[in-house]
């Protein structure tokens, strides 16, 4: 076997394990899958903003396609692919883009909007579809677990406690909601102290976006997805982290770590600003939060001590950005598979948007360099200990 600083590791990749997928195709209002005249494949519609053009669409339910038409020349949300819910497709996905392991991910918007009797359950059963399909490629697959998070306290705690003891689980993936009032929420903090206690690491992902109201009244029918996409997805992640710094989330569970998605949204890039108006923010200076003697630790020190970063950032000066704010040691490669298909092309085939990702690491830290190695793969390989089975080892702690 190489050595595992040679691995290619991807840490952002998604399913919707076959459950999954039934549970959305029987729904009436989004998330849901539904079928459409004229189109061949069901489409998933997720996203806030396609709400609206879901609401401009006629539609019939998934089991009567015959009747369906259409009224809107654009289709809301995008085609469900076999890519969403097969292993042997992620498994031939890795191999085209010789990807060795990957950490697979529950894609959003998780268990958000499931019922809060039935979320402990839910996830206890998706987890176990989860660990199952990273058993069926033992060696090649681990996964982030996902959290009850509209289910009672205990029963969230409790899901901790399932999740550290599944195999192949190295941590959860998280929305920015939190139990609705957002990840600064102190009802929050025994969960994020038990994910750091048990070596379970947060990957924070973005799914709410912003208000549509901000994407100006043409971006529905003529901007397809790119707003809410390219810039909500990445405000709404800087938000949320904003958030959790303000209100001292790091220091009441250090133990915390988070990945965040999309090279941290737009964190390295504006941390400099947000240190600025901390520190000139006449209200935390008297409130002791900020300023001579607060002991607070900077913004960047966060980053650094923390937080790590994902890859998913498409450019080499987006790269660049993310390896001056957390440290080349902190950033790991990923894909968003299966987000982002080639259009028009062979979805067997390469894709760009994996190549513009690999080809960006390549361009900032210089090819068949040690830092490319580390981002491609070993990073991974060490920060979620891809060596090992079992979810937290021998520290695993009760909770
Ligand atoms: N769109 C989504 O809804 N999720 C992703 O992860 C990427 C694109
Ligand atoms: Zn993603």
Redesign the pocket.
């Known amino acids: 076997m190489a050595s595992p600083t040679h691995h290619v590791v991807d840490i952002h990749t ?1 399913m919707y394990p076959p459950a999954y997928i039934e549970l959305l195709e029987s729904r009436n209002s989004i998330p849901l899958i539904r079928k459409f005249a004229g189109a061949d494949e069901p489409r998933l519609i ?2 806030p903003a396609e709400a609206e053009s879901l609401d401009k669409t006629t539609t019939t339910t998934p089991n009567d396609p015959a009747s369906s038409t259409s009224s809107s020349p654009h289709l809301p949300g995008r085609p469900v692919t076999s890519h969403y819910s097969s292993l042997k497709q992620k498994l031939h996905f890795m191999d085209t883009h010789q990807i060795d392991i990957s950490v697979i991910s529950l ?2 918007p998780w268990l958000d909007f499931i019922p809060s009797e039935d979320a402990g359950e839910t996830a206890k059963s998706i987890n176990q579809e989860f660990s199952h399909m990273c058993g069926q490629a033992p060696g090649r697959l681990f996964f982030f677990a996902t959290l009850p998070l509209t289910a009672p306290p205990e029963t969230l705690l409790a899901a901790v406690g399932h999740i550290r003891s599944l195999k192949y689980c190295r941590g959860v993936i998280l929305g920015t909601s939190g139990l609705g009032k957002g990840l600064d929420d102190p009802a929050l903090v025994p969960v994020f102290r038990a994910l750091g206690a048990n070596k379970l690491t947060v990957f924070l ?1 973005p ?1 709410y976006g912003l208000p549509s109201e901000v994407w100006g009244p043409r971006a529905t029918d003529e901007y397809g ?1 790119v707003l809410p ?1 390219a810039l909500g ?1 990445p405000m709404e992640t800087t938000i949320a982290v904003a958030r959790m710094y303000l209100a001292g989330v790091f220091e009441q569970a250090p133990e915390l770590r988070l990945i965040l ?1 999309h090279s941290g949204g737009t964190l390295p890039f504006l941390a400099g600003r947000i240190e600025s108006c901390v520190v000139h923010d006449g209200q935390l200076v008297r409130e002791g939060k900020a300023g001579p003697g607060s002991g607070r630790r900077t913004l960047w020190q966060v980053l650094k001590e923390q937080i790590y970063l994902d890859a998913v950032v498409y450019s080499e000066v987006g790269l660049k950005a993310a390896v001056e704010a957390s440290g080349v040691d902190r950033l790991m490669f990923g894909t ?1 598979h299966p ?2 298909p080639p259009l028009g092309s062979d979805e067997q085939g390469e894709w760009e948007s994996v190549t513009w990702n690999a080809e960006a690491v390549r361009k900032a830290l210089g090819e068949g360099s040690e830092g490319a190695r580390a981002v491609m793969g070993g990073n991974a390989f060490e920060i979620l200990r891809l060596h090992e089975e079992d979810a937290a080892g021998a520290d695993a702690k009760v909770i």
């Open positions: 998604h997720i996203l894609a959003n992902h799914h997805h996409l997805f998605a968003d987000f982002f």
